[in-house]
């Protein structure tokens, strides 16, 4: 052990878990591959006053949770705290929105970092793949991204996972309901800092998590009931190319979710395998977002998939992914002339695309023989000089034990045949 540790919140991924790791981000993103998604990055950084509009002075993230350090230059920044603003920052600055076709359809996948306190599936360093639409008001995009989730936790063989579908109004309803929200709140019993969002963001106190809190909020007045015509309309719409698709959603009239820019489509995914920490994933509309960083009015919708938990939901419900083994192949070389001879049958099979090892570090046949049945691999190539001279090499299944010549030349033919 070194005398180093990986920072508090952090944890670092290592075979052969690792491999389930980066399973399920691909597969968190291949519906999106689909259904027309381009690939987008965006650096780890971003000034600072970025995630203060985007994603809202009063929420968790930015007062609690951001990594901030200002630079040597005297610029202030901050580690990305999630996705949604930076994309949107990105794609503005590229124009993306002009280009005449829209929605753009961007999905991302990297690092997040949040200053919280750690426990089980809440890191400060953790991984989300997202998406988003920019750039078009249409029922049928925000129930696209519904059902590409769906699809991509499905393909992972999940199923103790469900659907909370809200909507959270627009700048017609969604003022009034507010201030009849908040006169309700200013009636309850609640700490100073609640207080205090009474008066910032009434609508995230419904979202607190609190029992002594939830309690008071039983009759508090709901969105659902203040919604005006146009959002009633958009939200059943969703509603219905759900049901069409074969999504089941359940209401969640005090599903608000932690960030600012939310609009009208609001979702959550839950797990029922993972105690407190059971959000996988989340999303909605945020029509104002564009303008809140300074651009066009722009009406958007997107989601963010934890990567992270995604990996906690497969365990809790027992699922192992059928991966294919890192290696197939491994080499065994039986002396020196043959290790050079060898080496370049490994060069060759890679290069025909069969993932092969090799036994390094001039181990005997013993020693050999037992990195080859460790490293997974299905097939073994043994070679003396004895065989090298006679043109073949022994190629030996470690399942059944039983071992072939094959002529050096067709070496690499005869493997892809056998590994099918
Ligand atoms: P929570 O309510 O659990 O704090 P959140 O609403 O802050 O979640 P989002 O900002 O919507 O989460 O991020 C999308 C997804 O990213 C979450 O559903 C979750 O799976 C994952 N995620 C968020 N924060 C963390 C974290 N600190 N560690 C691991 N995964 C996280
Ligand atoms: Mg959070």
New binding site residues.
Partial sequence: MSTFKAPRGTYDLIPPVSATFLAVREALAAPLKRAGYGYMETPGFENVELFARGVGESTD?VTKEMYTLTTKGGDQLALRP?GTASVLRAALEANLHKGGNLPVKLWYSGSYY?Y?RPQK????H?S?VGAEAIGAEDPALDAELIILAVDAYRSLGLRNFRLLLNSLGDKECRPAYRAALQEFLRGLDLDEDTRRRVEINPLRVLDDKREAVQQQLTGAPLLRDHLCEACKAYHEQVRELLTAAGVAYQDDPKLV???DYYTRTTF??VHDGLGS?S????GGRYDGLSEMIGGPELPSVGW???V??TVLALEAEGIELELPAPTSVYAVPLGEEARRALFGVVTELRRAGIATDFAFGGRGLKGAMKGANRSGARFAVIAGERDLAEGVIQLKDLESGEQTPVPLASVAEELRDRLG
């Fill in positions: 993230i999630e949040r919280e599936g809440r890191y400060r953790f989300q979710r932690g960030l959550e995914f920490q959000a996988v994933g989340g963010a998939l934890g992270d938990r």
